[in-house]
């Protein structure tokens, strides 16, 4: 597959790893505290922010859009958007690779981009997420009106879709409602009480075709058809007699024309995604404009905003409603504002002191229910909540050692994700098989996948999938044990390994090996490996990048 190369390529397959995992500081919390834990606005360097993102979100995010800086000296002062192109490549690239991590086996990310940057960020993408993930590069008509300045007019922006896999995108993506210029073909000449309705052929290719797609129709006025040569009937013929039935077979306006099926269009569920998206659909950057300057008053600093309605339609295609969605340049908030609307969940980061100015105020006003933007089409009343995060200090110090405003709940994602790959998925709402237990070491079991199925497919888990423990892994941290004694609680002494095996044959499979995390071990070899203890030493052998 063909890849980019540009100066310091190298360092920039490295620089994610070299980002020290942070803290989350919270701030404040706005609107429906019983909600406000399901988005977050982030203030901070995106880079930083994803990384500290990983540990409780990896593999979780259904839909990832972020609109970059378009490295064209046009961007609004909070970005340095004049970046020489290897640069603006060495600052996408790292951001590309966390945000492949965060993003779910089910899910998709979306890029904004023009032509400035457009053809090298699909290959840098390509790249990425995988030349066989890429599913399509939308072409966005951002403007409607003519202009005579450029020699020829630049009216679109491309928008770069990836899937983790693209067959269940294909499966899974939801349609796009019809606008009436595409239903005028559905009419309604006989006053039918269900509605407007088109014709649509009865034939179909005869390839694989049964034997119940062969036979005689006659129309009212009693003249006789068979499929052409080469077709068949779209439909059995059982099919066909209770469509007759129920009048949904149309011959024609005189009776005698060859059968066609009755298609309503209160049945239709809507169309799929084209790759032009005109203004008149999705919205244009006067509409986005607008939009902001209602929002923040006058005349704003956000000179590239998207309209509400482009972001309406990527999250229509790409999730559902309590799906998790991401934007780690958020701007002047649109994507927050939208998922927050169609009911998904958000994760939207912005660095700069817009992220309080301007972000903050924004989805405040619309847990408040402000009615512009796609409000009034969705009915939006308001409600909900979120809450506010800074990026606070690294977890671990130069030196490795754990920062001490760490508390349980960190460290123990740090664990799992080091251990797993995946996200730690916490504390379920109740005690789950395998689950993590509150106010014990129990981080949970992590299973292995078996099938005969190749292992790099990556559609659903078929039926015949069986999973078996690998390990189960314990934390001993923060006192959990409710003893900070150097000789107990925090460290892996006889007692305290009682203690653990005791919680195992409660909470773990038989047999299942386990992996603990303490300050210090007091138990010998022998007795571990007896025990199928695999100890690890809080903080040397966790990673801190």
């Not at 409780?56 to 046009?74: A, L």
Request: hydrophobic residues 35%; aromatic residues 10%; proline residues 8%.
């Amino acid at each position: 597959m063909p890849t980019l190369d540009w100066l310091n390529r190298a360092q920039a397959f490295t620089t994610a790893d070299q980002v020290p995992y942070r803290l989350l500081e919270p701030v404040s919390s706005h609107g429906d505290a019983r909600q406000a834990p399901d988005n977050l606005l982030i203030q901070g360097d995106n880079l930083e922010a994803l990384k500290a993102l990983l540990p409780f979100y990896r593999g979780q995010v259904k839909c990832i859009f972020i609109d970059p800086p378009y490295n064209t000296r046009s961007a609004f002062e909070h970005y340095d958007d004049n970046l020489e192109h290897a640069q603006w490549l060495s600052m996408m690239l790292p951001r590309l690779q966390l945000l492949r991590e965060l993003l779910a086996e089910d899910g998709s990310i979306w890029v904004t981009i023009d032509d400035n940057e457009g053809h090298y960020l699909k290959v840098l993408m390509d790249e990425v997420f995988g030349r066989g993930n890429f599913v399509a590069s939308c072409v966005w008509q951002k403007r409607y009106s003519r202009e005579n300045r450029e020699a020829i007019g630049d009216v679109h922006d491309y928008l770069h879709v990836y899937a983790r896999s693209p067959d269940r995108f294909k499966r899974e993506r939801n349609l796009v409602p019809m606008n009436e210029e595409q239903a005028k073909v559905y009419r309604n000449p006989n006053n039918d009480p269900k509605g407007r309705w088109r014709p649509v052929p009865m034939t179909a290719q005869a390839g694989h075709a049964t034997p119940e797609q062969f036979y005689e129709v006659v129309t009212p006025s009693g003249k006789s058809y068979f499929p052409p040569d080469g077709r068949c009937w779209g439909i059995a013929k059982a099919t066909y007699e209770r469509s007759l039935r129920e009048n949904r077979i149309y011959f024609g306006k005189n009776g005698d024309a060859q059968p066609n099926i009755i298609r309503y269009l209160s049945e239709v569920p809507g169309l799929a995604p084209w790759t032009w998206w005109p203004s008149e659909e999705v919205g244009h950057t006067d509409e986005a404009k607008k939009e902001a300057n209602t929002l923040f008053g006058g005349e704003t600093s956000f000179g590239t905003p998207k309209p509400e309605r482009l972001l309406q339609r990527i999250l229509h295609i790409a999730t559902n409603p309590g799906d998790l969605v991401l934007d780690s340049f958020l701007g002047s908030g649109t994507t927050a504002a939208v998922a927050h609307k169609m009911g998904r969940r958000w994760i939207g980061i912005e660095m700069g002191e817009h992220a309080a100015t301007h972000c903050l105020p924004r989805l405040q006003k619309v847990i408040d229910g402000e009615q512009g933007g796609i409000s009034q089409a969705l009915g939006w009343q308001g409600g909900g909540g979120f809450r506010f995060m800074r990026l606070g200090a690294p977890v671990f110090n130069a030196q490795g050692r754990i920062h001490p405003e760490v508390r349980f709940a960190t460290l123990a994602a740090f664990v799992w994700q080091q251990e797993t790959g995946t996200a730690w998925p916490g504390y379920a709402p109740s005690p789950q098989p395998g689950a993590a237990r509150p106010d014990t070491p129990y981080l949970g079991t992590h299973y292995q996948y078996n099938s005969d199925i190749d292992p790099s497919y990556k559609g659903e888990l078929p039926i015949s999938f069986t999973k078996t423990p690998k390990f189960a892994c314990y934390l001993l941290f923060n006192g959990i044990l409710k003893d900070r004694r150097p000789a107990s609680g925090n460290v892996l002494t006889r007692e305290v390994l009682a203690a653990l095996l005791a919680l195992h044959r409660e909470l773990a499979p038989a047999g299942t090996p386990l992996r603990v995390y303490g300050e210090s071990v007091r138990v010998g070899p022998a007795r571990l490996a007896a025990a199928g203890v695999t100890f690890r030493q809080i903080p040397y052998d966790l990673q801190a990048r």
